[in-house]
């Protein structure tokens, strides 16, 4: 019973999403999310926000697995972040929490799931009403709508971009590299044994007024171009709408194997001053 | 042709710096008479299209179908280039900054898009270079702070206006400027000018002897800076102008002189014809003009005043043009006064005489600047609003006695007013006179019937007053003759009374009736009744005093008996008031009846106590 009214409260929160004026993280938003089935039958995607006196945190996590592992994998990604996150008042530092958070979750999934193999990519993203912070394990697709162009922030802990770290850093040659350009593979997964470092963004972003957050799973961000995406973000559509459109284009694609899709949009209405 | 005739020297460098691909684009062609160098860097993070290649070749394509210098030509090559970006569908909207230069080995014309560069540097020194589309503001506040990663990817395509994109580029093109021999241009993308300032980019361009040797030492310079800085892409064309086309000196053919003399001769021709036309035009509108005037003259003179102003007006107008203003002035004057009599005429026409009259004296005013043309008309037409005027005064006076009911002096001034307009032929007047006349005469008519009438009326209620009064004093007198008849009738029966109280020997009684008889034929004033009484009264008091004689004799008589002879005395004294009595009863005469006509009554009036 507690879990489903928690689960109300986020659900809730997600529609109306504004902090009491005076609070610390005072800023307001307005969210949205829409999910796809795809072509799975089950839904192994987990999209939620909570919102507190701290700000706001969104997760979005795609389960991989057989059967319901993945769900389930999802799900502990998804509640273990946000259980940790719901009791703060300020949060003083958010890329530490999501290290310590990602890897409670990583450790809660490999205990729960045992043998079976299975696993999350996920990602999440923290506004605390002037900043943005954001954190990555796998694969999920996070970008800042800004000045009509969406700009993108997570880079994922895909092979390819592994291969031009490691081409930077010298380890590679640049025709190495260019070769792997194509492998989108991921290397790091919530619930992977031996589980890497978080991908985090180098400094926050400080954000300004109307810049609209975009996080979306494969099975988004595979079928939608990046430029189609765009023309839907920058319609001026309310949140909750642009959202819902995003999945019925990503639907409207009907590729034959759709991966379950989910999009969550955060708009930033008005936002407090740095300090 | 031109190509051989000069001598271009292009050198060029793009790499990728410390990126992991190179996204920027070179590419120049050099045809027989035109060439074109065309560089792009592309602006978008697209790993699978490279924007700035597409940009490029597009560029390259249309200019080798249709080479030119012009500006709408050069235009329209690098809009092609942002239409192919924008259709391409998949992956990231695509997006580029272009710089072209063209020329035909003696001229040059440059147009860019974004921020890469081209500098035209002539004796050491750049003459000419594009400007950079910008957002300078945003560049100012990057220099402050660390930039997090969407700052640094808006800092990055910090610019209003490139190719590709949603919305549309701004391409700047410039104007076509001559090269000399020994002009160096040049081509570079943002990769190059960042790390590579202009002032060490002049240097190693002066100290350098061709364009390979330019590249090379810039090169070299940027990669310099490769282990502290992350170096983007670095693309740089160098063009050395060792020679521009000079077309050779050629003797003066017949073809050739032909060619300057017939547009020479051309102009000339045409030049002398449109004076020409020019010249007659004029001759032909002061024709006019003096026409116009004299015919205008002959309208005021005949009084065609709208004729005239009409006339006057287009005089004005070619006077105006021709910029004779003496001429436009007079015509000017007389369009006036015209215009200014037509409306005191239609004033007039409307019945609005004392308007009429102002602009009539306005117009006089206008005539007498003007030459005292139309004079005469106007002060017949003020004599004529006079008179009309004055009709109208008269009309009014009417209006105004007929008001204070004095119809007569009414009818009198509508019957002068009817007399004056007929005097001016002025039949509305007239007829508006002869009505109110007419209807001034019914009405004093009337009321002298109403007069009549009334005093008729009056007199027979004085008539009638009279008949009353006299019918009343008849009846009154009637009333009197009656009272005095039954007065009469009283003192008779008063009297008849006093003559039965006589008879009864009742003195005193009979004298009190007699004296209230009298009384009343006193009031009657029938002297000879009253006068008649007095006897009768005196032989009742005789009688009186015969009584108390006797009384007395009787007395004396008693005492006598006792004396003796007293008896023969007191009879003697009794026989005496007995005489007396009879006496005074024949006075008094039977008792009186009188009648006074049928029907009439006796009253019956007891005497006063």
Known sequence: ?275 | MRRINSEFKTAHVSEEGRQLSNRDYFGYVEMDDFACYVLADSLDAEPSVNSAKLVVESIIRDFTEAPSLGKRRLHRYIHRAHTELARQKSGMYLKASAVVAVTDYRKIRYAHAGNSRFYLVRSARILARTEDQSLTQNLLEAERIPLDQAAAHEERNNLYSFLGGRGMPEIRVSRKQKLESGDIFTLLTRGVWEQCPDREFLDIINSADSPEETVNQTEDFILKKQETEDIDNYTLAVTFVNKTFQPPDKPWTLKRVLTVAIPVLLLAGGLGLGLYMRHRNILRQETALADCMDSGEAYLRYDNYQKAADEYKEAKTLADGLKRTEEAAEAGRYQKLAEQIILADEAMGAGDYQKAQKLYLTAKELSSAAGNMGRSYIEDQLKQTRDYTEVFDLIALGEKKEEYGNLEGAAASYKAAKEKAASIYYGEGKAEALEKQAKAEEELEKSRLEDAARRKEQEDAAAAEVAKQQAESEAGRELENQQKANDQQNAIELENKGNELLAQGQYESAVTFYQTAQAIYIRLELPEQADGINGKIAAARAGKQAEEAAAAAAQEAARRESAGDAEGEAEAVVQEGRTGTEEGADAAGPPRTESYGPGSSVQFVPPAP
């Open chain 1, 1 to 275: 019973m507690a879990g489903l009214a928690a689960l109300g409260i986020r659900m809730y929160l997600s529609v109306t999403g504004k902090p009491e004026p005076g609070e610390p993280g005072e800023g307001s938003w307005e969210a949205g999310t829409a999910q796809t089935r795809g072509k799975r039958e089950i839904q192994a995607d987990q999209a939620q926000f909570v919102e507190n006196r701290a700000g706001i945190m969104a997760v979005l996590a795609d389960g991989t697995g057989t059967r319901n592992t993945g769900r389930l994998c999802a799900q502990l990604a998804v509640d273990t972040i946000l259980d940790r996150y719901e009791p703060y008042h300020v949060l003083h530092n958010p890329d530490y929490f999501f290290k310590t958070a990602f890897y409670e979750a990583n450790s809660r999934i490999q205990k729960t799931i045992g043998e079976r193999r299975g696993g999350a990519n996920a990602g999440a993203v923290f506004l605390d009403g002037s900043r943005l912070f954001y954190a990555l394990a796998g694969s999920i697709r996070i970008a800042l709508l800004r000045h009509g162009e969406l700009i993108p922030l997570s880079r994922g802990q895909t092979l390819d971009v592994l291969a031009a770290d490691a081409w930077k850093e010298g380890k590679i040659t640049r025709q190495d590299a260019i070769w792997s350009m194509e492998e989108t593979r991921v290397w790091n997964y919530l619930g992977m044994d031996g589980f890497h470092e978080i991908e985090t963004g180098s400094q926050p972003v400080r954000l300004k007024d109307g810049d609209l957050v975009f996080m979306a799973s494969r099975g988004v961000s595979e079928e939608l171009s990046w430029r189609e995406t765009e023309d839907i973000l920058v319609s001026g559509l309310p949140v909750q709408e642009a959202a819902d459109r995003i999945i019925r284009a990503a639907e409207a694609k009907a590729a034959p194997d759709q991966d379950n899709g989910s999009v969550i949009l955060i708009k930033v209405k008005t936002r407090m001053e740095p300090i």
